[in-house]
T-cell receptor, first 115, second 110 residues
Framework: DTGVSQNPRHKITKRGQNVTFRCDPI?????LYWYRQTLGQGPEFLTYFQNEAQLEKSRLLSDRFSAERPKGSFSTLEIQRTEQGDSAMYLC?????????????FGSGTQLSVL | GEDVEQSLFLSVREGDSSVINCTYTDSSSTYLYWYKQEPGAGLQLLTYIFSNMDMKQDQRLTVLLNKKDKHLSLRIADTQTGDSAIYFCAETHQGGKLIFGQGTELSVKP
């Protein structure tokens, strides 16, 4: 197992375009998380899944953002009609543990630049 | 509020001890975590402490927890240049998500 894998590593897009990122978690992990990180800040929670169920979305998350985990394995995060403010590092993490024991293992992230 | 607070910068000399401090908000957090992030990389879990413990030692790392003051610290003994990175503390919130601080940038000078 090579850990959490994210693709692509970098994405440059023009404002108004749609982008999709993929995350492959550690295979036995049932929880998958998406975070966003901007320069000089800590990771900001976006959403998370337990198996295929999306359990929580941040209230800060715009309707332009949607995430799926159709078979409880890999996940995709789509951003529609991108804006310059969406430029950030998008981090995926996975875990296998009950509530209160959330050792998250992170991927290397997808760096999004919106021009 | 939901803010986990950390000081932004710490500079030490190689061989000294580093102490990174954090104030968290959720007294019901079962575990508290320290993560390390090197440039261009994701976050790496360094260590964690269960909330009913006061201290945890793991090789050069010592975590201290003061639940009354909601204060968490990470001590790195014999700091090396390879320890230069950004260190994040994180608390668990209801639903299982982690809330992170802004990070403390540790600079180790030879």
């Amino acid at each position: 197992d090579t850990g959490v894998s994210q693709n692509p590593r970098h994405k440059i897009t023009k404002r108004g375009q749609n982008v999709t990122f993929r995350c492959d978690p550690i295979s036995e992990h049932n929880r998958l998380y998406w975070y966003r990180q901007t320069l000089g800040q800590g990771p900001e929670f976006l959403t998370y899944f337990q198996n295929e169920a999306q359990l929580e979305k941040s209230r800060l998350l715009s309707d332009r953002f949607s995430a799926e985990r159709p078979k409880g394995s890999f996940s995709t995060l789509e951003i529609q009609r991108t804006e310059q403010g969406d430029s950030a590092m998008y981090l995926c993490a996975s875990s296998f543990g009950g509530v209160g024991n959330e050792k998250l293992f992170f991927g290397s992230g997808t760096q999004l630049s919106v021009l | 509020g939901e803010d986990v607070e950390q000081s932004l910068f710490l500079s030490v000399r190689e061989g000294d001890s580093s102490v990174i401090n954090c104030t968290y908000t959720d007294s019901s957090s079962t575990y508290l975590y320290w993560y390390k992030q090197e440039p261009g990389a994701g976050l790496q879990l360094l260590t964690y402490i269960f909330s009913n413990m006061d201290m945890k030692q793991d090789q050069r790392l010592t975590v201290l927890l003061n639940k009354k003051d909601k204060h968490l610290s990470l001590r790195i003994a014999d700091t090396q240049t390879g320890d230069s990175a950004i260190y994040f503390c994180a608390e668990t919130h209801q639903g299982g998500k982690l809330i992170f601080g802004q990070g403390t940038e540790l600079s180790v000078k030879p």
